[in-house]
Structure formats: C-alpha cells, structure tokens
C-alpha cells in the first residue's frame, strides 16, 4: 500500500496576483504581516495569535475576526512546519475552561530563519539592518566559512546595506521557489550557487574599479555620483 507524500509547506511572502505583479496577495500581506510583527513587538501578550490578527487588522482597517483564521493556518501550517516562527512559551488564562487555564495561550517568535526572512520586508525599513545583525550573530565564529560569511555581510551593511539585502532578498526568494532546500544554516556554497549571476554586475565593478589608477577611480567616482 502506497503512502501520499506531504507536500512540504510554501512561504508566500513574494506571492503576487498573476494579473498585478505589484500587488501581493492575501496570504502574501498575512505572512508579511505576522513576521514584520513578532520581529518587532518584544512583549509575549502582543505574540499570541488573537493579538497579531489585531494588530495587522488595525494596520489594513479590518476586522481582526475576519483574517484570524488565516492568521491561525499560516502559523500551523506554514510559518512553524517551516522552522520561520517557533512557540516561544505559554501565557496563563485568568478565565475559561480549567483545562486551558492550566495549558495556557501559547506566543510565538521568530526563529533564526525568521530573522533572516524578516530582514527581507521592505515594511520594516530602518530596522532590517538590526534585525540581519541579529541573524548574524547566530553564525559560528569558528567555522571559517561562517565567519567570513558574517564578517564580509557585517562590513557591507556598514557601507552598502541596498547590495547586502539585494543579496538576501535573491536567497530567500530562491528559498520560497525550492531552489535551496534549507534557509539556515545559510552559508557560503549556498549563496555562491544563487546569487552568482545577480551579483554579476557589482563584481565586474569591483573587480575593474580595483585595477584602475587613482586617477580613473576618482572619474568613474564622479560619473557614477553624477548620473546616480
């Protein structure tokens, strides 16, 4: 007797209609919306699932009864399945049933693959860079390959924070597309195998910018100031 395989669960998070590129759908804004929220919201009462379809409800002008059941299957079903979010404990019930009193309201947190797919919304803005240091923070800094990885992402977020998440962005997105099988650990063998071609440009750049005199850098400087 033949077993059905489980297809593994899809992050939505880049999930546009076919028909407006520009525009993400529902599960796209839930999903969004509940890792923009428990990379930024620190108190465990604000983390259950009732006070997340409040928040991102209030944020889009609905009612959070109409989006709490997605906001329940995205949790269940994709964001834990897919180690992005994990229960990061339980909260006493002062009402109710005694059995759920005693069990608890669990909250919710961002994993380390959370941390590396929050810094990639856009909605979160300035705070990116502090919530990609938190990833990186979690390498290994022993494993050579890990601390260069680190290392080289830490020095570009200092000086060009647009390219590092260009790159992260590109990860993840082939993360959401099965190209890569696991988020994390993210490593250098996996980055080279993706974001090779994208990086194509900025590396010839480099690479020609490094070669040239003092002269000809500080004319390609000004050109690129000029029509940038």
């Known amino acids: 007797m033949q077993t059905k395989s489980v297809s593994k669960p899809m992050l939505a998070i880049f999930d546009t209609f076919k028909t407006r590129r520009n525009k993400f759908t529902g599960e796209a804004k839930r999903q969004r919306g509940i890792i923009a929220h428990l990379a930024m919201e620190s108190n465990p009462e604000l983390r259950t699932r009732t006070a997340i379809a409040h928040a991102i409800a209030q944020k889009h002008g ?90 080289g992402i830490q020095l570009l977020l200092k000086f060009a924070p647009s390219f590092v998440f260009k790159i992260i962005n590109e990860y993840i997105s082939s993360y959401t597309q099965g190209v890569i099988a696991d988020m994390v650990p993210m490593d250098v063998k996996k980055l080279q195998s993706i974001v090779g071609k994208v990086i194509g440009v900025e590396k010839e750049l480099i690479e020609a910018f490094m070669s040239m005199s003092d002269n000809e850098q500080n004319m390609i400087s000004r050109f690129i100031k000029t029509v940038s």
């Open 62 to 151: 609905i009612l959070w009864q109409n989006i709490y059941s997605g906001i329940f299957r995205d949790l269940d079903e994709v964001l834990i399945p897919l180690f992005v979010v994990k229960e990061g404990g339980r909260l006493p019930l002062r009402r109710g049933p005694k059995a759920l009193q005693q069990e608890g309201v669990p909250y919710y947190e961002l994993t380390n693959a959370g941390l590396l797919v929050a810094s990639t919304l856009e909605e979160l803005d300035g705070a990116r860079i502090k919530i990609l240091e938190r990833y990186l923070d979690t390498l290994s800094a022993t494993d050579p390959n890990q601390k260069l990885l680190r290392d």
